[in-house]
């Protein structure tokens, strides 16, 4: 997707790790709207907890960014609710909101962005309604032929425990855009080879008005195929108890959850405001997702850990459902339809997924774990991790006897493959600033 096209950035907290990079994005996409021609003129909205204006008003403001001429930008805060989470936690975000409350004035190209309250239900459960169809991305245009929906869906999200206030996402797709259904139209006597007096009826049913036809009334829904169903996913930001989005995450077909370490590292995760792979497969579990995204995994592990962290987590969701994120993972969300053990659900890129690659048993990456009879199905029960034993081991010390999944030593084509990568990447370098 080109940076241009982006309308809307959802951050889950304020952390460095999630929040650093947010300015030179904005600037960039900003910058990148101006010159698609009519794009510049709809603002780019930001979402986040308490804090996000400050701070993207601070940083653009000191930074003195010139805004291209038709580009604006809306921030709009997710206000955390001040009875969700234990007392102790409220008490620290109820201490933090000076920095949140501070006002600063709003930049040039800044349109007021809103103030968002979550709505609490009968349950005692939050939603935020954040935004919903053609607020979620460009409008597409309308065809002779389908009937289709402006935007991409609704999002809503949901306040989840971290050691600050931290927001799950979930976004539900509409309904796919509708063919006209050749079979209904021609029992319906309606010709479907393009004449002119069956235009203007087609126009009204694609803006999705009534048709008149022969002298009978004919709504939009009696001529069109059924579109397939939507699909949902959730993104939980960092959490060491993530029920509180319980109820916007049942039946997703993708939960992406936070899994910092592995199930023997439990205690040490949560000590940290941070879930392992059991915490995350126990949510996966409790809302009925169908695949389960791991991301956020120790900067420590190896890749041979992380394999062994997939695996663990495979173990105990049972079936292939879980899968880790690496840096440059590409993730395909299926339909209902697609939805089957053949998927490829996940493949990566970069320097190993080349077109030097062509050959799959020459890119490490490319191949995936199975998980055997042993593994499936009924998986492998919590007790079984005795995740709070006394002798926990933490990642960083079982780390250093790991070793590596791939030794480029001993991948001549790897290798060779590296060196001509940064070959390429320095000659740019050179070029550029012999011409800047």
Known sequence: MRAGLVRNIFVTHLHGDHLYGLPGMVMSILGR??????LGEKPLNVYGPQGIRSFLRMALGVASFRMPTKSALKINELIWPKEFGPQSLRNRHRSASTYWNHSI??????????????????????????????????KAPKSKRKMRRDGVGTVVAAPVLHTVPTLAYCITENKSSQRFDKEKLLQLGIPTDGREEVRALFQKWT???KGM?????ILVEEVVQEGRQPRRMCVVGDTYDADGATHIAKDVDVLVHEATLMAASTHTARSRGHSSTIGATKFAKKVG?????LNHASVSYSERKMRAMEMEARAMLGGNKAYVARDLSIFSVPTKVEDNEDFTFRRFVGFADTREFKDPSGNPFSGDFEVGEEDDAEGISEDEF???????????????????LVDIEDQPVLRDEIERQNAIFTEQIRQNVMTA
């Open 207 to 209: 803006a999705g008005e």
């Open 386 to 404: 005795d995740v709070l034993k006394a002798d926990d081991v933490s990642e960083e010390t079982e780390d250093e006897e790991t070793p590596m």
């Open 289 to 293: 997702a169908r695949r389960l995204i």
């Open 213 to 217: 036809w022969d002298g009978k009334e």
């Open 105 to 138: 004035k709003r930049l040039p190209f800044e349109l007021p962005g809103r103030d968002i309250n979550a709505v609490k239900d009968s349950e005692g459960r939050f939603t935020y309604q954040v935004t919903q169809d053609d607020a979620v991305v460009e």
């Open 33 to 38: 709207r101006d010159i698609l021609s009519g």
